[in-house]
């Protein structure tokens, strides 16, 4: 008589899903708030506490690096034939000035060296004096856009970097603004 809209499942008693994680809730109160609490009772512990929340937001903000980083254009990719990599036969081919390109593609995105190096490069500027950080932030912000300029296999490309690259040294430079110095004060 009862059926759910859209073809989706049928909620159950709302009293059973809100006792169903109970269990687990109350292992992360009685656990894990008394192991924080410890941990950042002792200065060493906190130290290391914090710098391994500061990495892992490092980690986060390399994931959230916008769109136009994270997806190539039509311009900052060369001409090559896809090929499938199940091993099927079918192919698109795209030509160029000089005739189609044959070469196979991979699939995993990856990252572009400024993205590899901003959590180093933000770790070590959370850890210095508070006396050298102007420089430290600058010299950090200048080698994060020059690796822009690197090419595969770390060879300087004559020209400007693809956009892609570009807008992945830029994430990195604003993440040592938000991430880098947030946690520099926070660990001092």
Same mark, same amino acid.
């Given at each position: 008589?009862?059926?759910?809209?859209?073809?989706?499942?049928?909620? +159950? !008693?709302? =009293?059973?899903?809100?006792?169903?994680? #109970? &269990?687990?809730? %109350?292992?992360?109160?009685?656990?894990?708030?008394?192991?924080?609490?410890?941990?950042?009772?002792?200065?060493?512990?906190?130290?290391?506490?914090?710098?391994?929340?500061?990495?892992?937001?490092?980690?986060?903000?390399?994931?959230?690096?916008?769109?136009?980083?994270?997806?190539?254009?039509?311009?900052?990719?060369?001409?090559?034939?896809?090929?499938?990599?199940?091993?099927?036969?079918?192919?698109?081919?795209?030509?160029?000035?000089?005739?189609?390109?044959? +070469? !196979?593609? =991979?699939?995993?995105?990856?990252?572009? #060296? &400024?993205?590899? %190096?901003?959590?180093?490069?933000?770790?070590?500027?959370?850890?210095?004096?508070?006396?050298?950080?102007?420089?430290?932030?600058?010299?950090?912000?200048?080698?994060?856009?020059?690796?822009?300029?690197?090419?595969?296999?770390?060879?300087?490309?004559?020209?400007?970097?693809?956009?892609?690259?570009?807008?992945?040294?830029?994430?990195?430079?604003?993440?040592?603004?938000?991430?880098?110095?947030?946690?520099?004060?926070?660990?001092?």
């Amino acid at each position: 008589a009862n059926k759910p809209m859209n073809g989706a499942m049928p909620a +159950s !008693s709302p =009293s059973s899903t809100l006792w169903a994680d #109970l &269990p687990r809730r %109350l292992l992360t109160v009685s656990v894990g708030a008394p192991l924080v609490v410890t941990i950042l009772s002792h200065p060493t512990t906190s130290l290391i506490f914090f710098q391994a929340v500061h990495l892992l937001c490092c980690v986060e903000w390399i994931r959230l690096v916008p769109a136009a980083a994270s997806t190539a254009s039509k311009d900052d990719v060369p001409v090559a034939t896809l090929k499938k990599t199940d091993g099927d036969s079918d192919t698109s081919t795209s030509s160029g000035a000089s005739g189609a390109i044959n +070469s !196979s593609v =991979s699939t995993s995105p990856t990252i572009p #060296l &400024p993205l590899q %190096l901003f959590p180093i490069v933000s770790l070590l500027m959370a850890s210095i004096s508070t006396t050298h950080l102007p420089l430290g932030i600058c010299i950090s912000s200048a080698i994060l856009h020059l690796t822009a300029y690197a090419g595969d296999g770390g060879a300087i490309q004559s020209s400007s970097p693809c956009s892609t690259t570009k807008t992945a040294s830029q994430h990195a430079q604003h993440g040592l603004l938000y991430l880098s110095l947030s946690f520099h004060y926070l660990l001092k």
